[in-house]
């Protein structure tokens, strides 16, 4: 967890505080409190390390959300909650928190090679800091390419006016980004279709029964969500679901 902490948020630095570069080392003015000092002689000071890291932490939100798998994990599971009937369990917080470290496991070949190919190297001075941001934007960008259908890129390729011959592999971000959500969205409901097939059969089925009792005034809500529980639990849902969310990230 400490090196998970340590790399989102020396990849946050990395991607989104590229405006604000210290002074010259040695320079007059040099603050004598320094950071480090990259591969062009260029350091950064203590103010601007501040204004850097609480920049950084306002953007990692929007990192998370759009540059990984969170999207289409938080939607699936939250899909499923609907799906089986009960308003507030798993409540948000464990949605979200089982969301959040799915998405550090999925992400993890990811992660490791932004830590060893640009944080390890920049904070050794061995990279500058557009060598190190270079670094750390192509294994997010081989990430994202795996899971962005050609057809949503095609749509912002046509939005942007970008040329014939750029592809996906040499796209801005700007463009790779948006395709990318888009592709995690209709993932996460195509995920969710499939989730909410069963269910929905035990809730006809309860209905048509009740129905046919004469038992109008006895929610089927009430009476199905036991059996969608006991489904969900005899065929070891939980197992399922995760194991077929991770493994929808490896292709």
Same mark, same amino acid.
């Given at each position: 967890?400490?090196?998970?902490?340590?790399?989102?948020? =020396?990849?946050?630095?990395?991607?989104?505080? =590229?405006?604000?570069?210290?002074?010259?080392?040695?320079?007059?003015?040099?603050?004598?409190?320094?950071?480090?000092?990259?591969? =062009?002689?260029?350091?950064?000071? %203590?103010?601007?390390?501040?204004?850097?890291?609480?920049? &950084?932490?306002?953007?990692?939100?929007? #990192?998370?959300?759009?540059?990984? =798998?969170?999207?289409?994990? #938080?939607?699936?599971?939250?899909?499923?909650?609907? &799906?089986?009937?009960?308003?507030?369990?798993?409540?948000?917080?464990?949605?979200?928190?089982?969301?959040?470290?799915?998405?550090?496991?999925?992400?993890? *070949?990811?992660?490791?090679?932004?830590?060893?190919?640009?944080?390890?190297?920049? /904070?050794?001075?061995?990279?500058? +800091?557009?060598?190190?941001?270079? @670094?750390?934007?192509?294994?997010?960008?081989?990430?994202?390419?795996?899971?962005?259908?050609?057809?949503?890129?095609?749509?912002?390729?046509?939005?942007? @006016?970008?040329?014939?011959? %750029? /592809?996906?592999?040499?796209? *801005?971000?700007?463009?790779?980004?948006?395709?990318?959500? /888009?592709?995690?969205?209709?993932?996460? +409901?195509?995920?969710? +279709?499939?989730?909410?097939?069963?269910?929905?059969?035990?809730?006809?089925?309860?209905?048509?029964?009740?129905?046919?009792?004469?038992?109008?005034?006895?929610?089927?809500?009430?009476?199905?969500?036991?059996?969608?529980?006991?489904? +969900?639990?005899?065929?070891?849902?939980?197992?399922?679901?995760?194991?077929?969310?991770?493994?929808?990230?490896?292709?």
């Amino acid at each position: 967890m400490r090196k998970c902490i340590r790399l989102t948020a =020396g990849l946050a630095c990395l991607l989104l505080a =590229g405006a604000a570069l210290g002074q010259q080392q040695g320079g007059a003015g040099t603050l004598p409190l320094v950071v480090g000092s990259g591969a =062009g002689g260029t350091s950064y000071s %203590v103010p601007i390390q501040t204004l850097l890291f609480f920049t &950084a932490l306002s953007f990692l939100p929007a #990192v998370l959300l759009m540059m990984t =798998g969170f999207t289409r994990i #938080v939607i699936v599971l939250s899909l499923l909650r609907q &799906a089986i009937g009960t308003q507030q369990a798993p409540p948000n917080q464990v949605v979200v928190g089982l969301s959040l470290f799915l998405t550090l496991f999925v992400m993890g *070949p990811t992660l490791d090679k932004v830590y060893q190919e640009a944080y390890v190297p920049y /904070t050794t001075n061995a990279l500058s +800091f557009e060598q190190a941001l270079a @670094k750390a934007e192509a294994p997010m960008r081989g990430f994202m390419l795996k899971q962005t259908r050609q057809s949503d890129f095609a749509l912002f390729a046509r939005l942007a @006016k970008l040329d014939e011959g %750029v /592809t996906a592999e040499t796209a *801005p971000l700007r463009v790779l980004v948006p395709a990318f959500v /888009t592709s995690e969205l209709k993932t996460a +409901f195509q995920i969710g +279709f499939m989730v909410f097939i069963p269910f929905l059969i035990i809730d006809m089925v309860v209905s048509s029964v009740l129905m046919s009792l004469g038992m109008m005034m006895l929610s089927p809500v009430l009476v199905a969500l036991p059996f969608k529980l006991m489904l +969900f639990v005899l065929a070891d849902g939980w197992n399922l679901l995760i194991g077929s969310l991770a493994a929808s990230f490896a292709t």
